[in-house]
């Protein structure tokens, strides 16, 4: 059987018919691309990756995180990252007053009060939140998550749910000092039940408590991209458009 086996396939390879030897080269190509791709996937410790062609090829979402304190302005940079540069916004924050809203949802007075007090929602309701999202959304070349992980059961379970389905290219942290933050969020005029004194005094404080360690933690891994958000929005913008264009080239 064995030297049946050999000879087949040298006869194959060597008898000079070029049909047959392209079909073995193909073969043996794509046999060693699914390998080394199945290595990479393994050796990856958390689902951070460098740059969107990676995670397309990987057919996972690529996702950017998008954190600063209340108010530092990251739904209204991330609204123009979307009109510009094709990435889709989905706020962790949107999601969950919508699902607040909804008729019917069992999570409803629970968000409510998590909102109101300025503490961190269940992450179980907040990733299957995300992850439906980005899953509707089609073929996005990456997507915003703004907002999120805001805290360590936040970031536990976004790598238990997202490991292998999403890839973190960078973080954008937008620093901005708390007072400015604060009088931004008074500012609001949304009709927030949140943006009142006596629940930004409790959501700086999740900030600075629970939020903060998480970018640390990230700016360990090399993955903080800071952009200082106490200045115009022109001005915001434009450096956030160089950490996307150096994001772009690694
Ligand atoms: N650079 C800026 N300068 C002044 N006001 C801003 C700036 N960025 C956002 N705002 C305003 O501050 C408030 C909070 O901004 P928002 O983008 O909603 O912040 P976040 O999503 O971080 O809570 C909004 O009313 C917004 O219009
Ligand atoms: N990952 C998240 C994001 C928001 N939230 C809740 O939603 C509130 C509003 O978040 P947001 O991102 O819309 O607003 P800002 O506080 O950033 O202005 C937070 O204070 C939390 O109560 C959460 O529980 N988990």
């Known amino acids: 059987m064995e030297g049946r086996k050999h000879g087949t396939s040298d006869k194959n390879l060597f008898s000079g018919?070029?049909?047959?030897?392209h079909y073995m080269v193909l073969a043996v190509l794509r046999a060693f691309i699914r390998s080394s791709r199945s290595l990479r996937l393994s050796t990856l410790p958390f689902s951070h990756s460098t740059s969107p062609s990676t995670s397309i090829l990987r057919n996972m979402h690529n996702v950017v995180f998008v954190l600063g304190p209340p108010g530092?302005?990251?739904?209204?940079?991330?609204?123009k990252i979307q009109e510009n540069l094709g990435y889709v916004h989905l706020s962790a924050g949107d999601l969950l007053r919508a699902e607040r809203q909804r008729e019917g949802s069992e999570f409803g007075a629970l968000i409510e009060q998590h909102i109101r007090n300025g503490s961190i929602v269940p992450v179980e309701i907040t990733c299957a939140l995300l992850e439906n999202a980005m899953n509707n959304s089609g073929d996005a070349k990456g997507f915003l998550v703004d907002g999120f992980p805001r805290n360590e059961d936040n970031l536990q379970g976004w790598n238990k749910q997202m490991t292998g389905k999403a890839l973190v290219q960078f973080?954008?942290?937008?620093s901005c000092p708390v007072p400015i933050c604060i009088q931004r969020c008074l500012n609001r005029g949304q009709g927030r039940t949140d943006d009142n004194e006596e629940s930004l005094k409790k959501r700086v404080e999740?900030?600075?408590?629970?939020?903060?360690p998480i970018i640390e933690h990230f700016e360990k891994n090399g993955l903080v991209r800071e952009v200082k958000s106490e200045r115009s929005v022109e001005e915001i913008y434009a450096d956030v458009v160089e950490v996307f264009n150096q994001a772009a080239k690694v």
């Open 72 to 79: 530092s302005g990251k739904g209204t940079i991330c609204a």
């Open 206 to 212: 999740t900030y600075n408590r629970q939020t903060f």
């Open 17 to 21: 018919d070029p049909s047959a030897s």
């Open 171 to 174: 973080v954008l942290f937008l």
